[in-house]
Nanobody, 115 residues
């Protein structure tokens, strides 16, 4: 059973920073890629950033240059460093891990950016 536990969310003013963590139960090498999605109230869940097992990264246009995804294989953890936060970044952020055709999701962590 794969478990993903997110942490690091909270309330921050516009222009501030947060770092989200996603700790996996067991080695993250078994996943083809991991990433972050977010869902704002009344909106569909959207991709934020992904990182492959070879550390190749991909970002949504809306966060390029502000967010950085990284991984620490020794700690089985993926991070999302979020800088220059905007009110429109307010959402529940979910960690996802993909292995073949299976995907696993965390419970989400709330990020709220005040103007």
């Amino acid at each position: 059973q794969v478990q993903l536990v997110e942490s690091g969310g909270g309330l921050v003013q516009a222009g501030g920073s947060l770092r989200l963590s996603c700790a996996a139960s067991g080695s993250i090498f078994r996943f083809n890629r991991m990433g972050w999605y977010r869902q704002a109230p009344g909106k569909q869940r959207e991709l934020v950033a992904t990182i492959t097992s070879l550390s190749s990264t991909h970002y949504a246009d809306s966060v390029k240059g502000r967010f950085t995804i990284s991984r620490d294989n020794a700690k089985n953890t993926v991070y999302l460093q979020m800088n220059s936060l905007k009110p429109e970044d307010t959402a529940v952020y979910y960690c996802v891990a993909v292995r073949g055709t299976d995907d696993y999701w965390g419970q989400g962590t709330q990020v709220t950016v005040s103007s």
